[in-house]
């Protein structure tokens, strides 16, 4: 049994196929560099779980 669940890529990024760009959906850390989950309980947040960054929404 895998350790980790496979990502499908369609659930990280979005395309722009009349552009050309593909753009990721969550926001990268500006510590490491990762990306960071977003959490809306008990307060919103955006979260990496790489370095321990938190970003508070008003």
């Not at 552009?19 to 510590?31: A, T, W």
Request: charged share 30%; proline share 10%.
């Amino acid at each position: 049994m895998p350790k980790h669940a496979q990502v499908k890529p369609h659930l990280l990024y979005e395309w722009d196929y009349e552009k050309g760009i593909i753009k990721p959906k969550n926001k990268r850390c500006p510590r490491c560099g990762s990306f960071m989950a977003h959490h809306l309980k008990p307060v919103p947040r955006w979260h990496c779980g790489k370095c321990g960054y938190t970003i508070f929404e008003k």
